[in-house]
């Protein structure tokens, strides 16, 4: 038996734009597992976007309850939803999402130092195993694409979160550098068990997941 | 937040601050001006003061100063020696002298000099606390005699015979065509009595000024000394009523003499340097508030500029009031670095004012007062911004383009 990971009970998201009201997501139900690598794919406008920021407590459901670890965060403080990201979520942007005034090693420690903590040495390791070693020092502007976008991987596991969440990770670069990057999200996933959920729109790549969860209109499909 | 956040994000906000120095220099301005202007005013303020107290220093505050007042029709006042006689029978009255000052070339062997003259009474002494380097004072047989005697100050000396303390005494003045010997040479005092410039005069007998030297030509006032402080308003009462009769002034005539009592001058005085002073650091505090204004301006564009950066911090993990202190430190920066500069700039200006003789005197409370008054402007200003930027959901500061 796997362990529960997550777990979304009728989850809807809805907003406001001026007096009309979009219905984002229409009630989705989702279990994952630790472990698990699912991709999440649908047509611009299915909600895939939201879906992730919603796993990724970096937006709040409308209705539904959400399990992270069994804990039911719905009712969480901002404070309590900060502390979920750092420590239990790292994050993969398609813009790479770095900040430009830090150099590539403070990058990577910055989720440590949220956490109240100065790790160099655990960043150092991270960012040899994405093969950028003797790139401390640099700033982002200085890196290529996927140089970016592997201090970025260091980054999210700087904390060691369960849950890896990659919103788009090679849409930004070229189909070789893609494959690279996601060579190191399939390794994250078979050799330290992390749970992966990304979004895609690139089939190819979406094939790669354990599962494909496709949305549209709001609905899983 | 603990000591640990506390010096990293000094360090984060201290980075961003000079990732764009020019900017920071800019918003920094107004806090330097106005920080800078508050000590400074101060200093003069207390210049001012000091100025007061050292000129009034050796006076009692029991003095009264009868003068006449400059009269526009041309009326000639009353006030006369015979004055003093009747009000030195005042019960409240210690004392009553009367003084003829004015200006005359005077000479001797080597120099020549237009200096101040004051005819008096031996009582002057005593009355405005003068004290000799050598010789002796006139005395009530000088007086009566019109002896040709004068006792000098230290600065008559200077110019007339080359040094504030040159052995005069036995020297001759000559004034007009008449040959005065110097009896007593006084202390130098470096500050004016009241109205007297005690270091610029030569003193003589009243009579002997009245009858060789100044004559009707020179001003006449008398200086009297209450009994006691708690007298000082008797007497003035006192004084009035007697001057009245005898100058035989009728109920709506107006007064052809002023009196004044140095308590009041003094105070007065004080008083309107003081008003100055809290006029000018309410200037230095307005300075301040509009380049707090201008630290807020630039703290919103920032926050603005960095949204993006401030969603990638949140979605890692940062909490809000780490986000808050970052940008209120930012703040907090801009102020105190403001404050550094311009506290610094201040001795420079005090030591420019000094070399232009303006009287400043530094005080250490000023220092303390500009401190809190921009880092508290600066920090409230600073708050706002930061606030919005530490209330920026994560979802739409991430989006933000």
Not at chain 1, 20 to 33: Q, T, V, W
Not at chain 1, 47 to 68: A, E, Q, R, V
Not at chain 2, 30 to 41: A, D, E, L
Not at chain 2, 102 to 123: D, F, I, K
Request: charged residues 20%.
């Amino acid at each position: 038996m796997k362990k529960k990971l997550i777990e979304l009970k009728s989850i809807t998201k809805s907003y406001f734009i001026g007096k009309e009201k979009f219905d984002i997501l229409k009630g989705i139900n989702l279990r994952l597992d630790e472990g698990d690598f699912v991709a999440i794919m649908g047509p611009s406008g299915s909600g895939k976007s939201t879906l992730l920021n919603i796993i990724g407590c970096l937006d709040t459901p409308t209705k539904g309850s959400y399990f992270l670890q069994n804990k039911d965060i719905s009712g969480f403080t901002n404070k309590q939803l900060a502390i979920v990201r750092n420590e239990s979520i790292g994050f993969i942007f398609q813009n790479f999402n770095l900040i430009g005034s830090l150099t590539v090693l403070q990058n990577v420690t910055l989720p440590a130092f949220y956490k109240g903590q100065e790790d160099d040495k655990r960043a150092k390791e991270l960012l040899k195993k994405v093969k950028l070693e003797e790139r401390y020092s640099f700033k982002p502007n200085e890196l290529s694409g996927g140089q970016k976008q592997r201090v970025a991987i260091a980054r999210s596991l700087m904390n060691n979160p369960s849950l890896i969440l990659a919103d788009e990770p090679t849409g930004a670069l070229d189909s070789k550098t893609g494959k690279e990057i996601m060579d190191i999200i399939i390794s994250l996933n078979k050799k330290e068990n992390k749970t992966i959920v990304m979004v895609t729109h690139d089939e190819s790549i979406a094939l790669l997941a354990h599962k494909i969860i496709r949305l549209k209109d709001g609905f899983i499909i | 937040m603990n000591i640990f956040f506390a010096k990293k994000l000094l360090r984060l906000a201290w980075q961003a601050l000079l990732s764009n120095p020019l900017r920071s220099f800019l918003t920094t301005l107004g806090i330097i001006i106005g920080s800078m202007t508050i000590i400074i005013v101060i200093a003069l303020g207390e210049g001012a003061k000091r100025d007061i107290e050292k000129q009034y220093s050796s006076m009692s505050v029991k003095t009264i100063i009868i003068n006449a007042p400059s009269t526009s029709e041309g009326e000639k006042s009353k006030l006369n020696i015979e004055d003093v006689d009747l009000l030195i029978q005042l019960p409240s009255v210690s004392m009553a002298v009367p003084q003829l000052s004015g200006r005359v070339e005077m000479q001797s062997e080597s120099q020549s000099s237009n200096l101040a003259v004051l005819g008096s009474t031996p009582q002057i002494q005593k009355l405005i606390n003068l004290e000799l380097v050598s010789g002796r004072f006139f005395n009530e047989q000088d007086d009566e005699n019109k002896a040709k005697i004068v006792v000098v100050g230290a600065i008559v000396a200077e110019e007339l015979f080359g040094s504030k303390t040159a052995d005069v005494i036995g020297k001759t003045i000559l004034i007009g065509k008449k040959e005065f010997e110097i009896v007593g040479l006084l202390k130098y005092k470096g500050a004016s009595v009241g109205p007297t410039a005690v270091d610029d005069s030569i003193f003589a007998p009243y009579l002997t000024t009245y009858r060789y030297i100044l004559g009707s030509n020179g001003k006449f006032n008398i200086n009297m000394e209450a009994k006691s402080v708690e007298l000082i308003k008797q007497a003035t009462e006192d004084i009035t009523n007697v001057l009245k009769i005898s100058h035989n002034i009728k109920p709506g005539m107006s007064d052809d003499f002023r009196i004044r009592d140095m308590g009041t001058t003094v105070s007065s005085a004080i008083n309107s340097s003081r008003t100055m002073q809290i006029l000018l650091s309410l200037v230095g505090i307005i300075v301040l508030l509009v380049g707090g204004i201008g630290i807020m301006n630039i703290m919103y564009v920032t926050v603005t500029e960095r949204t993006k950066e401030i969603g990638v911090r949140k979605a890692i993990g940062a909490q809000e009031e780490f986000i808050l202190f970052q940008f209120l430190f930012e703040a907090f920066i801009l102020s105190f670095v403001g404050y550094l500069s311009g506290f610094l700039l201040s001795f420079f200006v005090i030591w420019l004012l000094n070399i232009f003789s303006v009287s400043v005197v530094m005080v250490w409370w000023s220092y303390i007062l500009s401190l809190i008054v921009t880092m508290g402007i600066g920090v409230f200003f600073g708050y706002s911004p930061a606030k919005k930027a530490a209330s920026l959901l994560p979802i739409d500061a991430l989006r933000y383009e």
